[in-house]
């Protein structure tokens, strides 16, 4: 019976790390597009090492979940399982592994939106920097193609960090109402 109890608070807690997740995984592949695969620092959260751009995307996810006051409404959430579940009811259902099959599937949703835009310039400067290479052999691409990679990255993380926003207080808005359905499915 602990067990279950446990395993609410393992499930929300999952659902909101999912979140955390995607921004990770999207920070993550815009540092290998800018060429940061190999700057790597210790996140002291997951206990593991994260590109540079990853732990910047998560740090700023952190500000906008405190900022929209995220914390009150995973207590809140917190509140409304005792509501929701009594205590020693938990039962798992088949639409709690599909919903949570389908909320870690929107990991990888989640993480396309915020990155897409980086990645398609950047994949754009990398295609013009193949044109410039074939077109003028005696430049040297790799000596202007690092820092222009670098500062063209940096550039539309910066131009981005306004759609990247609105897309976590969305994901988040939607997080509250994931979780009050997978607590009904329990």
Known sequence: MLAGEVAVGLIIGFATQLLFTAVQVAGQTIGFQM??????VMDPVTNSQV?????????????IFLAISG?????????????????LGFAPSNGLVEMMITLTGNVFVMALKIGAPIMATL??????LGLVARTVPQMNVFIVGFPLQIGTGLLMIGVTAPIFFYLFRDSMLNLYANVITLMRLM
Not at 35 to 40: D, E, P, T
Not at 51 to 63: D, G, K, P, R, Y
Not at 71 to 80: D, N, P, Q, V
Not at 123 to 128: C, E, H, I, M, R
């Open 123 to 128: 994949f754009l400067l990398n295609v013009a």
């Open 35 to 40: 060429g940061f695969a190999i700057v790597n």
């Open 51 to 63: 590109s540079v751009t990853a732990q910047f995307e998560n740090i700023m996810a952190l500000m």
């Open 71 to 87: 914390h009150h409404w995973l207590i809140f959430a917190s509140a409304k399982s005792f509501e929701l579940i009594p205590l």
